[in-house]
């Protein structure tokens, strides 16, 4: 199986910031790769596919880049509801699979 | 505007067996892959299964021969039909529609998450 690493846990950063979380695949996944965002209490939401992909109706301050092996997520200026959990995932074959998760809070 | 509602959760002992539906609505159901992903707090996200358009049907390593998967696309439902439970099973269950019919491993919509307990 084709394992998923985020990088770093956890995140801190304030209202504005350029915040990047990155993601590493154990092998080559071309740019089958997703992102999503997720909220307390809440289930994921698709934000980029493709690994650079908007989904419709995410705003453009999100970004997506890479592919093969590394990839990574921008935010370019931190709004207050971007405050949750993202997580990557491959879907070049089943099984599909997901990072562990950046945790991104205030500062 | 695309809904899905899953149901059908609860506790259960080990080896026990529950069957979770998910009742979709705001899309052509039969023309979309669906599928189940679970969430724990020590594991994170993780794929449980999924089915095509087509029915052809797909489950990851550690609910093969336990779990199925399987739709009625006159009731526009999803199900997963779950048997042998142990405790690592207990998780909330998303139901997920996949973005295209085939199996692309893509979920652009959840639902709200059924909680699934396994314990005596």
């Known amino acids: 199986d084709i394992q998923m690493t985020q990088s770093p846990s956890s995140l801190s950063a304030s209202v504005g910031d350029r915040v990047t979380i990155s993601c590493r695949a154990s092998?080559?996944?071309?740019?089958?790769l997703a992102w999503y965002q997720q909220k307390p209490g809440k289930a994921p939401k698709l934000l980029i596919y493709?690994?650079?992909t908007l989904q419709s109706g995410v705003p453009s301050r999100f970004s997506g880049s890479g592919s093969g092996t590394y990839f990574t997520l921008t935010i370019s200026s931190l709004q207050p509801e971007d405050f949750a959990t993202y997580y990557c995932?491959?879907?070049?074959?089943?099984?599909?699979?997901f990072g562990q998760g950046t945790k991104l809070d205030i500062k | 505007e695309v809904h899905l509602l899953e149901s059908g959760g609860g506790l259960v002992q080990p080896g026990g067996s529950l069957r979770l539906s998910c009742a979709a609505s705001?899309?052509?159901?039969?023309?979309?892959?669906m599928s189940w992903v679970r969430q724990t707090p020590g594991k994170g996200l993780e794929w449980v299964s999924t089915?095509?358009?087509?029915?052809?049907?797909y489950h990851g390593d550690s609910v093969k021969g336990r779990f199925t998967i399987s739709r009625d696309n006159s009731k526009s439902t999803l199900y997963l039909q779950m048997n042998s439970l142990r405790a690592e099973d207990t998780a909330v269950y998303y139901c997920?529609?996949?973005?295209?019919?085939?199996?692309?491993?893509?979920?652009?919509?959840w639902g709200q998450g059924s909680l699934v307990t396994v314990s005596s």
């Open positions: 997920a529609k996949d973005k295209s019919g085939g199996l692309e491993g893509l979920f652009d919509y």
């Open positions: 705001g899309f052509t159901f039969r023309s979309f892959a």
């Open positions: 089915i095509s358009s087509g029915a052809s049907t």
């Open positions: 092998q080559g996944i071309s740019s089958y």
């Open positions: 493709a690994a650079s």
């Open positions: 995932q491959h879907c070049i074959s089943a099984p599909y699979t």
